[in-house]
């Protein structure tokens, strides 16, 4: 007979994790602020006691961390399987229980099915993030079909009843809606084969009382950039989860025997202290574990992109001018864009054949890196190495090599198609192509990584859906030309912001927030990307004047201060800049320059928005630093804006103010930015009373700088 500890309970600074051990299968009972040791799960337990309800089971199935039909459980399963005999009704017993430090591993048994379940949950004690995965091993004889996998599944408290969803599209990404928990599932799907723009996998469960400075809230995101299914559901009986894993396509994954599954990592974390409380969660982990030790070690450098500024019209003298405008201006790496390798003259050709053109570089690009490098920048470089142009030499020699189901034709998209990575021939293609390039110009240190399309036929070389190991190739591809060339930093951009997630930072350092350079999108977009991740992944530019996918016409001291606050960037046509306009750009990137340390390193206070503007901050560890930004959206209701109140202070220490930005700023009258403008407040007046706001007009952005005294 095997015997457990009832429980399992993990600590970290904030929370507490209990695990309860006492059915077949381990479920978690606690999951929330952390617990006095005076606090037992055993008084959890009774506190816990539900009884016999009228026309239900005597003892209700668990919700464990895989909920199973074989336990009787009628909500969403964790697991679904079948094979020719009776594997779909999996049940099991808990047969071993690893615990090291805040790491716990569960397995349990299925005697009769010959399967087994591990859980692997662990808390990170610095920054209250739990990582939980879900491992099926197929110990039998015959093969399974695996149609379901879910990462372990997270019981809810009753109080805790708003989701909170990131939607959107392209260009327009992480836009969040909150909306009652309802009787039923609240399930989303994506099926685009990438992270996508309109189902960005993760959720943040919370109550109506919650706010950005305080109540309760949970985060979860699930790391894997392919399909995905999220679902959060309330059952009759009144109890409620969370579930989340990778959506598999039918007769997607079989298991052989002795073969097995892992689900992708969920990220889940708790916060009492609000939203901006959530998010610090997430940034801080993100920073201890994601973010390489090179990249730490040195400040973001300010991008020149060649995008928006010339898109495909290559030309190397002019590349060299812009260079040394972008230099003068202040950037610090140059990254080129699409456009410069073998039949590139637009989006219809060339994908694939990851050769210099001669015919816009007859020297390859040594000249223009040569340049880059001697006006002080760093050298990047555009790829899009999934991706393939029917009219390519590539795709002209080997047109089987792309994604696709047999007697369907082809949805025309961006004139391009998937290559199959699961195919080795594939994969060993782009590697050698791409080390190739790397290894004839060893001065590039930047990798833009596109991919610019769903994968909507994603049917493998024997007719099978491949998007679990398309997936899983890409991160390997990428691991791969790290390996060789580990000074290489890679940018994830799909898109604009279609695949970002943690599995993709695990082999990436930077990712592309949205194809959007409208200011204004970008404050809603990049406040919704701030939910789980730090301002220094987040790539944020300066646009053109007119935005040329809104057509928006924003002033540079606008566009300037909401990039200000990300990896900043340039991404335009440096002579349409005006001499003041040029001035303001050299002056506030000299700024961020001066600033990036904390911008990159503090903890971010969102302000709760009322629609009228969008306010935040960063306040440095001990709080003797912080950076406040206004950003006006619509002009004010009423004859003035409301209070300032700022968020993240010592209530006790005083604070001198600065305007930091802009330099000059038209107002209607004499307000208070001419009083308080390097004056001294204590915290709690700048929190608790707060700063009236002056007129401006809309779309003005305003930045402040706090200095404890």
Sequence with gaps: MLSFASSVVLHSLNSSLIIDCQSNTPAIAYFGKKLSNTTTSGMIDQLSTRQEAKCSVVTEAPIALSPLMGQGFTGAPGIEISNDADAWSLGGKLTQVKQQDNQVVF????????????????LDPLTDVLSAETQLINDSSQAMQLNWCAAPTMPLPLHINQIMSFEGRWSNEFQRHSFDLFLGSYVRENRKGKTSHDNFPGLVMHNKLTHEQGGECYGFHLGWSGNHKMRAELLAEGRSYVQMGELLMPGELSLPPQQRYQSPTLYMAYSDQGFSGLSACYHQFIRQQFIREPVKQKPRPIHYNTWEGIYFDHDVDTLKSLASQAADIGAERFVLDDGWFKGRRGDFAGLGDWTVDEGIYPQ????????????????????????????????????????????NEQLKFRKQLVLDLTRKQVTDYLFNAINDILLEYPQIVYIKWDMNRDLNHAGNAIGKPAVHQQTLAAYQLIADLKQAHPHVEIESCSSGGARIDLGVLQHTDRVWTSDSNDALDRLHIQRGCSFFFPAEIMGAHVGPRDCHITGRHISIATRAAVAFFGHMGIEMDPRELTDNEREQLQQIIKLHKQHRQLIHSGKLVRLDSDGLSIDFGVVNADATQALFAYNSIKETPRTTPPKYRFAGLSPQAKYKITTLWPTQLFEYSDNVLGVIDGQVFTGEALMFIGMQLPVTFPQTSLIFELNQV
């Design 364 to 407: 390859g690009l040594q000249p223009l890196i040569d340049h880059v490098n001697h006006v002080g920048m760093e050298f990047g470089l555009w790829f899009e190495p999934e991706m393939v142009n029917p009219d390519s030499d590539l795709y002209r020699a080997h047109p089987d090599w792309v994604l696709q189901t047999r007697g």
């Design 107 to 122: 397995t349990s048994k299925d005697e009769l099915r010959q399967i087994s379940v591990i859980h692997s949950l662990k």
